[in-house]
């Protein structure tokens, strides 16, 4: 080998060895990067997740009151219709004997 090809090929391997370099410190920083985003995405995941729960939560919750208020209604119509069945039966009973005369002596 001549000088000019001892230099070449030393200059071809400093070459080499600073893209070597780059590319590792590249890779470094994208891993880096791969890393800080996906720990910012796994937090967002969690606050969403959170979010959806409470949300669910307080859904449960309304439903829950709503069910209640409708069984506490529900309870007082059927006793009301209980009575006036029973108030009906009283006033037909009522009614039959007057129409009999019983108890009119």
């Known amino acids: 080998m001549t000088t000019d090809q001892?230099?070449?090929?030393?200059?071809?391997?400093?070459?080499l060895v600073d893209a070597r370099g780059e590319g590792e410190e590249?890779?470094?920083?994208?891993k880096q990067e791969a890393e800080s985003f996906l720990t910012?995405?796994?937090a967002e995941a969690e606050q969403e997740?959170?979010?959806?729960?409470?949300?669910?939560r307080r859904e449960a919750a309304r439903r829950s009151e709503l069910i209640l208020a409708t069984v506490s209604v529900e309870t007082g119509r059927l006793r009301a219709a209980r009575i006036e069945a029973l108030l009906e039966s009283v006033y037909e009973e009522v009614?039959?004997?007057l129409m009999a005369r019983e108890g009119f002596e």
């Open 6 to 15: 001892n230099s070449t090929e030393i200059l071809r391997e400093e070459i």
């Open 26 to 30: 590249m890779i470094i920083r994208a």
């Open 40 to 42: 910012g995405a796994v």
């Open 49 to 56: 997740r959170r979010g959806r729960l409470d949300h669910a």
């Open 95 to 97: 009614c039959r004997r």
